[in-house]
């Protein structure tokens, strides 16, 4: 079949690795622990996907901004006690070999810092797999499209040739900002019809779904 796409960039957390809950639950324990108004767990997840500093101000907007460090902080903590708890969807190193092996260039464009994406890519074995990755903390957060733009440049690829794969409204407008098309996954941080209004190619409901999706359309 004709190529689509030569690029696959993937969003990390809540796309590959399975670390929703945990975050949310890291985020809503620190903002107890500074003495912030705790968000739902909707409000806490939404903000997956977005850099730490993002993330921070708009789950505990009532904070005053001099406290963000500490708050920093105790995430980081919380989140450095949990971290060895996340794992890979089921099936989402086969996908990705599989997908290495039909000759795509794969990256990873995250709301992660550089150390917390380098620690993760050891953790679950990957180091190796990805062309290229790109963090928050190195570009600017998601929706703006800087990581993707990044991306593209380094392998010369057209935003018409990149396809962003992202569990979060964050992951697609970015891909829309970039001029790319995108494929969403719902079993993620989001519920699909927000990432459906966004208008993806697809939206997948589970990791062997997005992989059947990416070997026959991509």
């Known amino acids: 079949m004709t190529r689509q796409f030569d690029l696959l960039a993937f969003d990390w957390d809540g796309t590959l690795f399975d670390s929703t809950q945990i975050i949310t639950r890291c985020?809503?324990?620190?903002?107890?622990d500074v003495g912030g108004e705790v968000p739902s767990?909707?409000?806490?997840?939404?903000?997956?996907?977005?850099?730490?500093?993002?993330?921070?101000q708009h789950a505990a907007p009532n904070l005053p901004p001099e406290r963000y460090p500490q708050l920093m902080a105790r995430y980081r903590l919380h989140w450095a006690r949990h971290q060895d708890d996340v794992?890979?969807?089921p099936g989402a190193l086969a996908m990705l070999q599989a997908l290495k092996s039909h000759g795509f260039l794969l990256a990873v464009a995250t709301g992660k810092s550089r150390r917390?994406?380098?620690?993760?890519?050891?953790t679950v074995g990957?180091?190796?797999?990805?062309?290229?990755?790109?963090?928050?903390?190195?570009t600017a957060g998601k929706p703006h499209p800087l990581m993707l733009?990044?991306?593209?440049?380094?392998?010369?690829?057209?935003?018409?040739?990149?396809?962003?794969?992202?569990?979060?409204?964050?992951?697609?407008?970015?891909?829309?900002?970039?001029?790319c098309a995108s494929v969403g996954v719902s079993y993620g941080a989001h519920p699909p019809q927000g990432l459906i209004d966004l208008h993806p190619l697809f939206v997948a409901e589970t990791t062997a779904e997005l992989h059947d999706w990416l070997l026959r359309n991509a």
């Open 87 to 89: 794992v890979l969807f």
């Open 126 to 138: 990957l180091r190796g797999l990805f062309d290229a990755s790109r963090t928050a903390d190195e």
């Open 41 to 56: 767990d909707r409000d806490a997840s939404y903000v997956i996907g977005l850099s730490l500093n993002q993330a921070l």
């Open 149 to 179: 733009q990044e991306l593209m440049a380094e392998f010369g690829v057209a935003p018409s040739r990149t396809l962003m794969i992202g569990d979060t409204v964050h992951d697609l407008q970015m891909a829309i900002n970039a001029g």
């Open 27 to 32: 985020l809503q324990d620190a903002i107890r």
């Open 116 to 122: 917390g994406l380098d620690e993760a890519l050891h």
